[in-house]
């Protein structure tokens, strides 16, 4: 019987827990050997483990293999990294990797649908700010999250100044 993905992931999460990176690596590759090519939960995990064990230069190499193989970074791979990066000391590239979550709409929506679920609007508009100051501008989506929630707490004031903005930006 031939492993599938979820089992291959569950072999990987182990050794990557336990150290031992070279069999991951031979687990990868007999896994691609079979046609049944890693997926983001078994990168991530690979890159957690590289991360606790202080290979960081590693770390930042496959992330970026990862999205070169055309899958999408998801949150919890991000804060991986920067936890990872964080945690050694390397605040700077942390800070870049952050920077580069900033510019993705879809992050930066979950994380302002989350600050909104929470009543938090003026980090929701600080993390707007950063969003443009990083060179990612909110789109509908975007806007609809955040006009949502102020109607639904009674902040119309608010309400239409965000509706001002998406008609100023061309949204409307």
């Not at 990987?12 to 007999?30: A, F, H, N, P, T």
């Amino acid at each position: 019987m031939t492993p599938d993905t979820i089992t291959y992931s569950s072999f990987i999460d182990g050794l990557c827990k336990s150290g031992r990176m070279s069999d991951v690596w031979d687990l990868i590759d007999e896994m691609h050997d079979r046609g049944q090519p890693a997926d983001v939960i078994i990168y991530t995990s690979l890159m957690d483990a590289l991360c606790k064990n202080h290979n960081l230069d590693e770390a930042i190499v496959l992330f970026r293999k990862i999205k070169d193989l055309g899958f999408q970074a998801n949150v919890y791979m991000y804060t991986v990294l920067i936890a990872g990066l964080c945690s050694c000391g390397r605040l700077k590239d942390a800070q870049e990797v952050f920077k580069i979550l900033l510019t993705n709409d879809y992050h930066v929506n979950v994380c302002i649908k989350g600050l909104c679920k929470e009543g938090l609007f003026d980090e929701t508009l600080a993390l707007l700010s950063k969003m443009e100051d990083n060179g990612c501008i909110p789109n509908v989506i975007t806007y609809e999250i955040v006009i949502q929630a102020v109607l639904r707490k009674g902040k119309k004031n608010m309400a239409v100044r965000l509706l001002c903005e998406m008609s100023a930006r061309g949204l409307l």
